[in-house]
């Protein structure tokens, strides 16, 4: 009979880590999947009303990154050097970067600090037109104005995206 008690106890606490772990899951997926659903569509315009660093120039017909970040984000700090990498390797390229940051301060003394040399704003929505749910959340933008690649800015991929955008042929062509 105890044994019989032991063995129910068993199944309940193994099915009730189960339903939890599905539950985790399934919220964790909400909060940080690649929304790939945007890959393809139009970008929304970069209409910004804070530059921290000069703004872009005009970005018709080209090739752009649009990162989203937070000087309170631990992988958005990481990743920081790995965009001023690419940024120097990738000249062409306007990166731009918009701080989800509420007060301009902090964002200014983080591009003091980290040497970031790109274009560097703070967002008054546009990360809602994205859709951001979690930073840093990078968006790869082709010559003729559709997201091309959306995800982490280190995740591997995001370089090999970017040569494709780059590679492709301009819409003159």
Known sequence: ME???ANKNSFWSF????IAVVAFAAVASHFFKNNSAFVGAAAPPVQIDEWITSPPPDLT??????EFWATWCGPCIQSIPHMIELVEKYKAVPFIAISIDRSSEPVKEMVKAKGMTYHIGMDNGLSDKYSVRGVPSAFIIDRDGQIAWQGHPMNPDFEHAL??????PSPQQ
């Open 3 to 5: 044994a019989e008690k």
């Open 15 to 18: 099915l009730t880590i189960i």
């Open 61 to 66: 017909g080209r090739v752009y990154v649009l």
């Open 163 to 168: 040569i494709k955008a780059i590679s492709a």
